[in-house]
C-alpha cells in the first residue's frame, strides 16, 4: 500500500490549494478516503472523508463550506480543495486509508496560510 500526497504550498489568507493522494497496492474504489492534518504541538485531527462510491463525505465543522473532498476511482486519486484558507488550516495533511487489514498513512504534505 502506498499513498503520495501532493500540492502543498505557502498561500495567502484566502487563497486556495488543491491537494492529491495518488493510491497503489489496494482495490482503491472499495475504501474510504480520509484527509487527517496536524499542526505543531497538535493531535493530527480527521478533515474531511468520502466513501468508495463517492456518495457520502464528512467534513469537520471547521472546514466546512471552505473544502471540498473528491476522488476518482479511475486515477486512484482523492483530492481536498481548500478554499479561503485561513492562518489556522496550516498544518501537515496526511492522506488517510482505512483498509480492512488496517489504516495506512502518506507521508504529508505542508500547508502554510501565512501572508
Known amino acids: 500500500v502506498q499513498l503520495v500526497e501532493s500540492g502543498g504550498d505557502l498561500v495567502q489568507p484566502g487563497g486556495s490549494l488543491r491537494l492529491s493522494c495518488a493510491a497503489s497496492?489496494?482495490?482503491?474504489?472499495?475504501?474510504?478516503m480520509s484527509w487527517y492534518r496536524q499542526a505543531p504541538g497538535t493531535e493530527r485531527e480527521l478533515v474531511a472523508t468520502?466513501?468508495?462510491?463517492?456518495?457520502?463525505?464528512y467534513y469537520a465543522d471547521s472546514v466546512k463550506g471552505r473544502f471540498t473532498i473528491s476522488r476518482d476511482n479511475a486515477k486512484n486519486t482523492v483530492y481536498l480543495q481548500m478554499n479561503a484558507l485561513k492562518p489556522e488550516d496550516t498544518a501537515v495533511y496526511y492522506c488517510n486509508a482505512a483498509l480492512t487489514k488496517g489504516a495506512y498513512w502518506g507521508q504529508g504534505t505542508q500547508v502554510t496560510v501565512s501572508s
Open positions: 497496492g489496494f482495490t482503491f474504489s472499495s475504501y474510504a
Open positions: 468520502i466513501y468508495s462510491a463517492g456518495a457520502y463525505t
